[in-house]
């Protein structure tokens, strides 16, 4: 970290080193600087030195708003402005002081494209932040101006997230995730289905932060779909939603999620066929370690792996009834068109299942009971958290890679930001 001292320090040492060499050359991207005449310039290996002054003859009192030509003395300043091929650019400018003849005012004139008690342009500030919005460290992005982390931090706290219309929206999903590691609490994801924007990350997922959310943000609007996981509040809400509002609003429940349960119902029976069979049969670690291939579908099996699952279905009988009934389940959500045929082919995968010896696959009979409206509803619209349970995954990435965050707020900005095409500017100072 290098704070404005240690500039001054060494721009000084800098200049006296090199007392009585000509300038090194008109430095183009000071050119355009109003009111800036350059002196003299010193270029080093990691830095690039200005000795300037500015040519105004009068400024407007601050205080009063009176113009005044009357100067007190002069202030000199070093201010970092620019980062020019990986160099820092730092400016030894020599302001004027002026008094005011209205009111006795005395204020020293601006720095161009510096902002008011700054010493780092705004060129630097708006690097840094579409660096942060690349997905850059704090202290990667500070190590690379030489600024120290904290002013990183602050800068980005400065910063104001554009505003995003919750009206046009018609679409959202929703599903959780914990960004701050020493808390419990999950933390909820509102994405726009349509744009992939992320709309909010708000502080819980329990069912009155989400109904509160929905009546704050889309009681006057267009929505039409929210798809979850099987997560119950979200469902309840969306539900107390649509009896305040008088809205229809669609619930969807993700077919990764529902699938799952098949999936988990499958191990359980792998599990259980272990269990009975490892104290009897010296090939019952064929069942323990079959779990991949078990859970893949016939179409994508090798012939090796067809030819340890029928070493495995020699074994046990249930688990080959079992992938019989996976198999169909995968088959009948694949070919499904519509609510009405999806609900057609599971009630006779049901009745087939009820008349078989195996009593198994609990969890999806019980899954698809509580949650048959919004499963069929899956099946009806083309939306699914795939896209959100990707962008939590980078989400979890970006944490990993800072070892944690501590501040909940500034997190979930930075994440917005990071990852959900939320766009952000400096606030005017």
């Known amino acids: 970290m290098i704070n404005y001292n240690t500039r001054k320090s060494r721009f000084v040492k800098i200049l006296e080193n090199n007392t009585g060499k000509a300038p090194t050359g008109t430095l183009k991207f ?6 800036i005449i350059l002196n003299s310039q010193v270029e080093t290996d990691k830095s690039i030195y200005l000795v300037a002054h500015t040519s105004t003859f009068s400024a407007t009192c601050s205080r009063c708003n009176t113009k005044t030509n009357k100067v007190k003395d002069k202030k000199v300043v070093y201010p970092l402005i620019a980062s020019y091929n990986d160099k820092e650019v730092i400016l030894k400018l020599t302001k004027k002081r002026f008094k005011c003849s209205n009111c006795n005012a005395t204020f020293v004139e601006p720095t161009p494209d510096v902002g008011y008690k700054k010493q780092v342009a705004n060129d630097i500030d708006n690097l840094i932040i579409n660096r942060l919005k690349n997905r850059e460290t704090y202290s990667a992005i500070a190590k690379s101006f030489k600024l120290s982390i904290s002013h990183v931090i602050r800068l980005f706290d400065n910063c104001e997230e554009v505003f995003v219309r919750y009206t046009p929206v018609k679409n959202i999903l929703i599903d959780e995730l914990r960004l701050i590691s020493n808390r419990k609490t999950f933390q909820a994801v ?10 909010d990350i708000l502080p819980t997922r329990n069912q009155k932060d989400i109904y509160q959310y929905l009546v704050d943000k889309f009681s006057i609007g267009n929505l039409e779909t929210v798809t979850t996981d099987l997560w119950a509040p979200y469902r309840n809400a969306v539900t107390k939603f649509n009896q305040l509002t008088n809205k229809d609003v669609k619930i969807i429940a993700d077919k990764f999620h529902f699938i799952r349960q098949v999936m988990w119902d499958l191990d359980a029976i792998r599990i259980d066929e ?9 090939d019952a670690k064929l069942v323990k370690h079959c779990a991949r291939i078990f859970r893949k579908r016939q179409a994508n099996l090798t012939t090796s792996a067809k030819e340890r699952l029928d070493k495995v279905f020699e074994l ?3 688990m080959h009834t079992a992938y019989i009934f996976k198999e169909q389940y995968l088959k009948l959500v694949q070919t499904a068109e519509s609510k009405e045929e999806y609900s057609k082919n599971i009630k006779e995968w049901f009745a087939i299942l009820n008349n078989t010896e195996i009593k198994a696959f609990k969890r999806t009979v019980g899954s698809n009971a509580r949650w048959h409206e919004e499963i069929g509803n899956s099946f009806d619209y083309p939306y699914s958290n795939g896209y959100l349970e990707g962008l939590n995954q980078k989400l979890k990435l970006s944490k990993n890679k800072a070892f944690g965050y501590r501040n909940t707020k500034r997190t979930i900005k930075l994440m917005k930001v990071q990852n959900g095409r939320r766009e952000i500017r400096l606030k005017s100072s």
């Open 274 to 282: 272990y269990e009975k069979l490892k104290e009897t049969n010296k």
């Open 30 to 35: 000071a050119s355009n600087k109003k009111n």
């Open 316 to 318: 046990s009988r249930n």
């Open 190 to 199: 509102v994405v726009d289905a349509d744009t992939g924007i992320i709309m």
